[in-house]
């Protein structure tokens, strides 16, 4: 088994930086992507950043790419989103995921870890 745990999410006003955590413990030996996914209540889940477990190939949702830096560092097992000029549309409650599949996973469903998640409150 899999456990994800994150932090790092609280309430910033608008142009605010914030940076969450994703600490990986168990059986981590198959994981070959991690992700951040996010949901507001009343709306479907986007997956804001990916990447894969050495820390390669990043990928970006449209409505962060600039703004939203993903990272892992190996040796603590950790996942990293750096979240700069954040806005009130980047409140959402953020999910650290992860897959075992070797390709990169195309959507939230894909993903066969998920932790407990941290809200993230941007104010105007």
């Known amino acids: 088994q899999v456990q994800l745990l994150e932090s790092g999410g609280g309430s910033v006003q608008a142009g605010g930086s914030l940076r969450l955590s994703c600490a990986v413990s168990?059986?981590?030996?198959?994981?070959?992507?991690m992700a951040w996914v996010r949901q507001d209540p009343g709306t479907e889940r986007e997956v804001v950043a990916s990447i894969s477990i050495g820390g390669a190939l990043p990928i970006y949702a449209d409505s962060v790419k600039g703004r939203f830096t993903i990272s892992r560092d190996n040796p603590k097992n950790t996942l990293y989103l750096q979240m700069n000029t954040l806005n009130p549309e980047d409140t959402a409650m953020y999910y650290c995921?992860?897959?075992?599949?070797?390709?990169?996973?195309?959507?939230?469903?894909?993903?066969?870890?998920w932790g407990q998640g941290t809200q993230v409150t941007v104010s105007s």
């Open positions: 995921a992860a897959a075992t599949r070797l390709y990169r996973p195309r959507v939230a469903s894909d993903y066969d870890y």
């Open positions: 168990g059986s981590s030996y198959n994981l070959h992507w």
